[in-house]
């Protein structure tokens, strides 16, 4: 509206400013055109009149000639009568209105009425060659004198004739019509209005003393009008002159100009109307965008999704409108960025757990009848791949899990991974047969191994079932029951594992106990037993390794795996390694002092090998029970160097340089390379037992231990095979050369006294009873 406003201002000034000039121009233009007209209008009628006067002048000179009349004239003082009638005669002919006849003393002879006076008022006539008017009985006349002379060419002049045409008979419509103009005949001398044509302005007014004379346009205010005039001398009365005013209306005058300012005026409305009538069509075309615009921001703003931005003729608009729609796009992206980054796992660009989390609970809320199937998956040990190949490869396998499991899911499952080496699938019961068909299918995938960067990678996984809704009828309850049952199966060495109640007091009791851990060290619920390492070539036991057993006062036997990897998460662990140290180096010190001399193996945990004072505690403990460093081993696992192998390797070499026995555990589960063993200071290899249980009978084992045994050689440690269960496998690994062997075939772990009990009876009878 404001826009329409100033568009009307603007134009408006404009045409105002175009009007002054065109009129002023226009004004100026029609100036010299009407004075040009006038005086071409006076000479007209100067023409005409003077026309008159000659045309009478002739008529004159014949009546002059005409003897009859000279006779008449001669005779005139006796016969008065008969010159008035053969003048009234002539008069008609030549159209005069009054008649004189002078003598040559210019006293009357006869006139058109009588009485004769005023003839002297006559005289002046013949000796100018003006035009003449004259003033007679309250009417003005043209006079014209013509001598009559009764001898031919004589200069004797004998008599006057003096003829006179009415003024009015001279100014008449006629003379309008032809001019276009009022004719006023006037006289300055005590302001004498002579005559005028018909209807002129000034025979009615009162302005006479104003009239100017001078040459040039004047313009004079009558009544409701003004007048423009001219003025032109013209002849004499009385002895002044005689002036002609050509006038003229100034509306008539300037006509043209003024429908011209009409017409301008006309064409400002019309503009300013159609000026009025654009500014609000192109306001309108602006601001109803932009009203529209306002709006589609506020529904952004609200989260809304603008289909459709106003699209305007206006280029602003249109580029105004086309930002918006790039901005809506950008924040549309983002926010799916957002969205992406919120449901979707980075790494593996599979759904997230909040995603799975959702998407179970969606079903929950509207398929509450539905049967579900949760299948957890975690895969067995991918912290020691993680640690031993380096981070890259771990992301490069668990994205490759990833794939592998979305091949898997189906439209009634859904996958995600839940974090670290965790994922989960979801299905509806019936999709599967049983769910222990699903976990099969699931482990099934992990049957081919993982080709990752040139690295094949044999991985295996751990899955744990929960059902909706025979397990938990919540999302969370069902994420436990998968969890609990994943967890069990890593205890039990069993691939996948179907929730139970049993498995859930477990876990429960697993999580309490790390509460109670420490206390229960102190309160002397936990055992060393010791198991011991047969030196095969000597038939000797020289070496025991100690086992942490823990007798808890309500749930009785704790198994170490169920609390070792807990205490280890926690931490707790220290405490646990700090006591079996102290422990062992008692039991060993008991032991020299009966005259039993083993060397006891410790197992130490990853976290311990990264606690710098590990070292000098040991030292201390040796120093305190008098032992020789000898006396004790570490048994480290595998995975423990990699996962910080600079800090590691330190407290290994410390410890060595001690002139303590180092070895390492579960020897062939790590991904250690010959190259980074070899940077090792250990002394021995403890061969895990998974390759060691079923050596009788399965090749690949066979193939296996024999080359980790040929490998341990060549860089010149001892192996130690855990595991060992029967003869065959002990004499397998008698072929190969390999130097301890460890299992229950020689003995489970033992408490001090068992041991000794066994020892005696080993050393006695061998491994026959
Ligand atoms: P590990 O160090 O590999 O210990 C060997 C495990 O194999 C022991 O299980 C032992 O009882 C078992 N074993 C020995 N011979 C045989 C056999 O012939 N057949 C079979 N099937 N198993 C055999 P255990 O005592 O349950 O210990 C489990 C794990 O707990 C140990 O594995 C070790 O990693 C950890 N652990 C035990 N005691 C301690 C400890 O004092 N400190 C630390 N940090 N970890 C410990
Ligand atoms: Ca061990
Ligand atoms: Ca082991």
Redesign the pocket.
Known sequence: MRMSFIFLLLLTIIVLVTLYFVQRATYQHSSIQLFSHMQTSVSVVRDNIEGRASALDNGMTTLAKDFSIKQLIATANDDRQSLKSAMFNYQNRLGADIFWVLADDFSPLVSTSDPLERSNEIVPSFTTPELHWFSFNHRYYLLRATPVRFVENSTQVNAWVVMGIDVEKLFTQNLVELTNMQMTLLSLKSNTLLGATPDTPFVNSLVLPDIEVSSGLHRISLSSTNTIYTTVEFGVWEHSPVYIVASTGEDDAYLSSESLIGQLFIILLSAATLGLLGATLLSREITKPLHQLIKAAHRMRAGEFVETFPSANTLEVESLSSAFDEMQQGIRDREEQIHHLAYYDELTNIPNRIQFSNHIRDILKQQPECQLTVLMLDVDRFKDINDTLGHDLGDELLIAIARRLSSYATESSFCARLGGDEYAVVSHQGAHDSPEEAAEQLIKLFEQPFKIENVVLDVDCSVGIALYPQHAQSLQGLMQCADIAMYSCKDQHNAFAVYTDALNKHSVVRLSLMSELKGALAEGQLE?HY?PKLTIHSHKVETL????RWFHPEHGFV???DF?PLAEQTGS?RH??QW?LRTACQQVKKWQEQDMHFTVA????AIDLVDLSLPDSIASLLMEFDLLPSALTM?VTESAVMSDPQNALRALNLLRNMGITLSI??FGTGYSSMAQLKKMPVDELKID?AFV?DLATNQDDRVMVKTLVSLAQNLGLTTVA????DLATLEFLTEIGCTKA????MT??LRSDELVTWYQNFTRNGLTS
């Open positions: 060393l198991q390794e100690c086992l942490i198994p170490p795996d070792i662990i646990v390694t079996a410790v197992n130490i945990s048994e555990d579960d037992k249980l855990e595991g060992v269960e460890q299992g229950y075939y489970k772990a």
